[in-house]
């Protein structure tokens, strides 16, 4: 049997607190739905903080913590993958836009580091690019993700390279060349999301000749096309990711919970004949940071 690393993104940054109630806030709630995906068979929790008071973006290190504590004396094992994504939303001011307009949120290199150097999780994302994200900008310019490179390279975490478009691999190539990335290097194909990469077996294809050939690599599909997205993965030989932050419903007009989306990852996974790696076998695999210190 074929085994693949499943993840479990669990709450995400957008505003879907309103839309299910399952989507955990608190580092209580985000905690809790980790453990929960860990029992259902996920490898990794990828997970954001929210301000517990009104649900939306945090980027305070102490909820960070506070939920990786949680999990960790839960004695769940699941590897732990951070957002480095931080702040990087950009509204243009139409009067001035020079200046960030109403509902931008940004955040330097160093000030998106600091959870990621902070906690030292095994592992964390890294967006490989500027794109038009719906009507906003998510903004990461190429002399600042080179400098989050660096400083991720230093702390000894693991960067999942996160690409929404072609021309983020080209990028994430040109990060590896110049040596800001260590050992094998994790893509992610992040598919499917207004205005990047179309969700369709076409592009997969592609972005997978895009690779160095020592590169492993995963993708997701948001919305409706989570689940199918994990079959079309999976039979690529790539690994997959499921979970809130990306879909809110486990089938038309039913909400779902993080775990009830890992479960039924797991059995599209068993039909294909493959089963998510466990933690450790993942650390190993990748060699990732030990969450007890070192690598493994």
């Known amino acids: 049997m074929n085994k693949v690393m499943l993840t479990a993104a ?11 109630e399952n989507v955990p806030v608190t580092p209580e709630e985000i905690a809790d739905s980790a453990i929960k995906c860990a029992r259902a068979g996920a490898t990794v929790a990828h997970i954001h903080a929210r301000d517990p008071e009104t649900g939306g973006i945090s980027h305070d290190t102490e909820l960070f913590r506070e939920a990786i504590r949680l999990i960790r004396e839960s004695g769940e094992d699941i590897i732990i993958n951070i957002t480095s994504g931080g702040g990087g939303d950009f509204i243009p001011n139409l009067q001035d836009p020079y200046t960030a307009g109403e509902g931008s949120d940004m955040q330097t290199p160093e000030e998106r580091h600091e959870p990621i150097g902070t906690l030292l999780p095994e592992m964390c994302t890294l967006d490989c690019g500027s794109t038009n994200f719906g009507d906003m900008v998510y903004l990461s310019p190429s002399d600042w993700l080179r400098e989050q ?8 975490v693991k960067p999942e390279l996160e ?3 072609s021309g983020h691999i080209r990028f994430a190539r ?3 060349s110049e040596g800001l990335i260590d050992g094998e290097p994790m893509f992610q194909f992040c598919l499917g999301i207004p205005w990047g990469a179309d969700n369709d077996a076409e592009t997969i ?3 997978k000749t895009r690779l160095p050939e020592n590169a492993h690599w995963s993708g997701f599909g948001i919305g409706r096309m989570q689940l199918p997205t994990v079959e079309e993965i999976a039979k690529r030989g790539g690994s997959v990711r499921v979970g809130l932050e990306d879909n809110l419903y486990i089938s038309k007009g039913v909400k779902a919970t993080n775990e009830a989306l890992v479960e039924k990852a ?3 996974l068993k039909e294909l004949d493959i089963e998510p790696m466990t933690p450790q076998e993942a650390r190993e695999f990748y060699q990732l940071r030990d969450p007890k210190g070192g690598q493994s």
Do not use: H, M, P, S
């Open 174 to 176: 040109q990060l590896i």
């Open 149 to 156: 490179a660096r400083l991720v390279q230093e702390a000894g």
């Open 163 to 165: 690409c929404f478009d």
């Open 266 to 268: 797991v059995e599209i």
């Open 10 to 20: 669990i709450t995400g940054a957008g505003d879907t607190v309103e839309k299910n």
């Open 205 to 207: 294809e592609y972005f």
